[in-house]
């Protein structure tokens, strides 16, 4: 791919063309070093038109009916009058590097609604199943006009952390019934939560999911308040039969409010701004380490000796940090 024409580009995500927002997002993905410069200038044009919608990050374990209840609530937002652009974080396939559940297809209302954009995209082995330029790509859909920007994550137990620090507000999706408290998450997923939801809360399964939510909510009163003075409410929902989404979407538009009321809202996007800069450099930085001619060439003989137990790993790490710095 020919890095494009910025200008044209910006012009075609600024009025929302799905072909022109398409070619921004490939883009900023690219690792190809004059598609990195490219994309940098097209970020700086389009950075004045983003950070206007409200960013929303959603967890769970997988079952938890994630994309049925995105695809719900994606489908209420734009009936409201909302632009809802979705960035469906999917485990890479060690094969082909693609996508392997195919959260697009699994979204069959919002992959067709005009006020919708769907865009899955593999991990790339990154840490917790959060993109390389995940961040990147949410700023270009800002600009592109969508009003609410939701990021679905593979609920491997690691990504909280990286996606607390991109969203305004963090949902928790649990199930009743589906192993011990939190399911296979982090323990600490609950002192990240802003809402915690159970899911599935429909049919006789209804009773059960009150039950869990009473446990969460127990749980919630063990942990110390919260700077922000936010206290997480624990609601139960049915993604499949729209119940209880209307009332979780109130909880995260009070929650807004709250946040910008106190002043926390301003404060909490500044500190994401800073902590996007040092991840840019540490991945910037793991690009020029992994490029040079030096730790290339010395780089299967210390992995290999690391792998058989003949080097240990600290070492090698100073043997190809030395090879790095010697240039």
């Not at 995500?13 to 993905?29: M, N, Q």
């Not at 209840?69 to 734009?78: A, E, P, R, S, V």
Request: proline content about 4%; glycine content about 12%.
């Amino acid at each position: 791919m020919e890095p494009p024409d910025v200008d044209e580009l910006v012009a075609g995500v600024r009025s929302g063309d799905r072909s022109a927002l398409g070619r921004a997002i490939t883009l900023v993905e690219s690792r190809r070093s004059d598609h990195r410069d490219t994309a940098q200038v097209l970020l700086t044009k389009l950075l004045p038109h983003t950070g206007g919608a409200l960013r929303v990050g959603i967890t769970g374990i997988p079952g938890a009916g994630k994309s049925t209840f995105i695809d719900q609530l994606g489908t209420n937002l734009t009936g409201s009058g909302h632009r809802v652009a979705v960035l469906a974080i999917d485990p890479t396939s060690s094969r082909t590097r693609g996508s392997i559940l195919g959260d697009k297809t699994r979204m069959t209302r919002l992959a067709n609604d005009p006020a919708a954009f769907i865009r899955p995209s593999p991990t790339g082995g990154t840490l917790g199943g959060v993109t390389r330029t995940t961040r990147e790509t949410m700023l270009i859909c800002e600009a592109a006009g969508f009003d609410v920007v939701l990021v679905e994550t593979v609920g491997a137990g690691q990504s909280e952390v990286v996606v607390v620090d991109m969203v305004d507000f963090f949902l928790v999706l649990l199930i009743a019934g589906a192993g011990d408290q939190l399911q296979g998450l982090k323990k600490g997923v609950i002192e990240l939560a802003d809402l915690i939801a159970v899911n599935k809360a429909d049919g006789p399964a209804a009773t059960d999911a009150r039950a869990a939510a009473a446990e969460y909510q127990a749980a919630l009163h063990l942990l110390a308040p919260r700077d922000d003075g936010w206290r997480p409410p624990v609601v139960t929902c049915s993604g499949l039969h729209d119940v209880g989404l209307d009332t979780m979407w109130d909880h995260i538009e009070t929650h807004r409010a709250h946040m910008m009321g106190s002043g926390h809202f301003a404060a909490r996007r500044e500190a994401q701004r800073v902590t996007w800069l040092w991840s840019a450099v540490e991945d910037r930085l793991m690009d020029l380490f992994r490029g040079d001619e030096r730790v290339a060439e010395a780089m299967a003989g210390i992995e290999r000796a690391v792998r058989l137990g003949d080097l240990p790993a600290g070492a090698g790490a100073d043997e190809l940090i030395a090879r790095f710095r010697s240039g």
